[in-house]
Structure formats: structure tokens, C-alpha cells
């Protein structure tokens, strides 16, 4: 296969699944991974898609949902400056809700001595927060997930019934001043929705790459929040806008 339609081929199969890793693309196209690489790195060159350890993604589309595999590895230092800012809003004794999100398995990171109740659908944070005596780990169940690594669905939003937090963390894969909060997973979404219910303060966790974009799944406006922690410095606009809706902004390191 000639190199030019190897990369249109990439470039299809990128456009349909959003997200896609260096190993599938050279087990499909029989060639090696350094290769792959080499398509990866020219279509980034053409502004096409964002390369990431292991893969690359794109941002558009309504349904777009990067694969976890990917996500672990994307954005990793602005994820954990969010983490950090959140721990601000944290004290010994809240009862708080974890999402699945990889944000959240990084504010997981830095609680993980704390004196707290932490509600989860993730099992990565179950497996981190396990090993820590001095926090009370309660699992919500429903169907798991392995692309999630995480329990969601329906079951997950209704075991949720049974408890109320103190503070909520959860992610999303958009912020619109029109369309409000927004995701790719219907699943994942019906999770963060009943949270709005149980949660005395909600707090969005986002990067810089999630803001001015509208995905699948509608979760909230944001008058439903609490505040809204970022890693990047937020337009006038933005700021205006939170300020007219009640919600408060937390810059990473500010």
C-alpha cells in the first residue's frame, strides 16, 4: 500500500472513531509502528489531529469519546495542576463524589491521606483509594464499563439514590455558553446527572481543550454548578458569563 493512501485510510478512520492508537493502526495496515508514527506526525503536521503517547485523536464531532487508553495520557500536566487547585476546595471530613474521568483519578492522587468519604463509579479509584485506610470508600454500582474502566448506565445513576455528598468532581467532554455541559457517552452522562441531584456543590472539572465545543448529551446548564476548575487563563468573555450564571472559576496555580 502506497504511503499516500495509507494516511487517507488513517485519516477516514480517525474522522469515524475520533481517537485511535499506534498498535491497531500497524496491526491493520501490516506495517510497523514507527511507520505509523510517521503518518501520526504528518498529519499533525497538517494540523489534521493532536498525536498523543501511544496514539492520536481529534476534538470534533458531537459524538466523540477518546478511548481511555488514550485519555490517561492526554493533557497529564494540566489534569494535575486541576487536581491540585481542587484540593483547595477539600477538607478532612467531606463526603465528596468522584467521576470516572481521568481528572478525577488524579485529585484521587493527591486526597489519597486525607481524612474523607469518597463516593465512586471508577475502578481505578477503587483500586487506588483501597489502600488507604484513612478514607471511607463506598462503590456505586451498575453495569461496568471496560472502555470507562468504570460502573455507569441507568443502574449506576440509581444506586446513587441512596446517598448524598458533600461536594461532587466530575468531568465532561464540553462547555458551551450555549448549550451548556455536554458528553459523548449517554452512559457516562446519566451518571453525572443524578449527581446534580445528590451533591450539595458540583464542581466541573475541565482542561483547556473542552471549552467552545458541544458534544452528543446534554448533563447541565451551568446554573446547576457550583464552579468550573480549569488549567488555563479563561476569556472575558467566559468569565462574564460564569460570573452571570453563579458560577465560580478556579484557575489552576491562581
Excluded at 4 to 26: A, F, M, P, Y
Excluded at 78 to 98: C, M, P, V
Excluded at 101 to 130: F, G
Excluded at 202 to 212: M, P, Q
Aim: with cysteine; aromatic share 8%; glycine share 6%.
Amino acid at each position: 500500500m502506497l504511503a499516500v493512501t495509507r494516511k487517507s485510510r488513517i485519516r477516514d478512520k480517525i474522522l469515524e472513531k475520533k481517537s485511535v492508537t499506534v498498535s491497531e493502526l500497524s496491526q491493520e495496515f501490516s506495517v510497523t509502528e514507527e511507520t505509523i508514527r510517521r503518518d501520526l506526525k504528518a498529519l499533525e503536521d497538517e494540523g489534521f489531529l493532536t498525536r498523543t503517547y501511544g496514539g492520536a485523536f481529534i476534538q470534533d464531532g458531537v459524538e466523540n469519546e477518546v478511548t481511555m487508553e488514550l485519555r490517561d495520557t492526554i493533557y497529564v500536566d494540566s489534569k494535575e495542576a486541576i487536581a491540585r487547585t481542587a484540593l483547595g476546595l477539600i477538607h478532612n471530613g467531606d463526603t465528596i463524589f468522584l467521576d470516572s474521568s481521568t481528572t478525577a483519578y488524579c485529585i484521587a492522587k493527591v486526597i489519597a491521606d486525607m481524612n474523607l468519604t469518597v463516593l465512586t463509579n471508577s475502578l481505578m479509584i477503587i483500586d487506588l483509594l483501597s489502600k488507604h485506610e484513612s478514607i471511607r470508600l463506598i462503590s456505586i454500582g451498575g453495569q461496568y464499563s471496560q472502555r470507562a474502566r468504570a460502573f455507569v448506565g441507568r443502574g449506576a445513576s440509581r444506586s446513587l439514590n441512596d446517598y448524598y455528598v458533600d461536594k461532587t468532581f466530575m468531568s465532561c467532554r464540553s462547555l458551551s455558553m450555549e448549550h451548556g455541559i455536554t458528553d459523548s457517552n449517554e452512559d457516562l452522562a446519566v451518571v453525572r446527572q443524578k449527581l446534580l441531584e445528590r451533591s450539595n456543590s458540583v464542581y466541573v472539572i475541565a482542561d483547556f481543550s473542552k471549552f467552545d465545543k458541544t458534544s452528543f448529551i446534554s448533563i447541565c446548564p451551568f446554573t446547576a454548578l457550583t464552579g468550573v476548575i480549569t488549567d488555563k487563563a479563561l476569556s472575558p468573555e467566559w468569565l462574564n458569563f460564569l460570573e452571570e450564571n453563579h458560577v465560580k472559576a478556579y484557575l489552576a496555580g491562581k
